[in-house]
């Protein structure tokens, strides 16, 4: 292909692109018609739903303390008993366990609020 032609079609692309980019038009729906749909009682089915992911998370909380608990246990006796040099590679293996720990213990927090904020929702 030429390279006018490869231009051209670039040109093109970015004609449409802007278009696109800068189009005013949007369809979208009423909210209250949305609003009219939506009802606050909850079903059995919504309640056994919620008590299972409560149970979900109540179980990978406690696994993630569990492993905490021991990992901190396995690396706070390595660090105690071990050389200078080996005290400096603990230190560097404890950095990734804390991430995860705050990770683990933060998304089961998160999701609880999040449940609890959820379950608080009347329409």
Do not use: C, H, R, W
Request: net charge neutral.
């Amino acid at each position: 292909m030429s390279t006018v032609l490869k231009k051209t079609g670039v040109i093109l692309i970015v004609a449409l692109m802007l278009v696109f980019a800068f189009n005013t038009y949007a369809l979208a729906m009423n909210p209250g018609d949305i609003a009219d749909q939506l009802t606050g009682t909850q079903t059995p089915a919504t309640d056994s739903v919620t008590n299972i992911g409560n149970q979900i998370i109540g179980i990978i909380t406690t696994i993630g303390v569990v492993v905490a608990v021991v990992v901190l246990l396995v690396l706070g006796i390595k660090y105690m008993m071990g050389s200078a040099s080996e005290k400096a590679e603990y230190k560097k293996t404890m950095i990734p366990y804390l991430v995860g720990a705050i990770l683990i213990f933060g998304a089961s927090a998160i999701t609880k609020v999040v449940v609890a904020l959820g379950s608080n929702i009347e329409v």
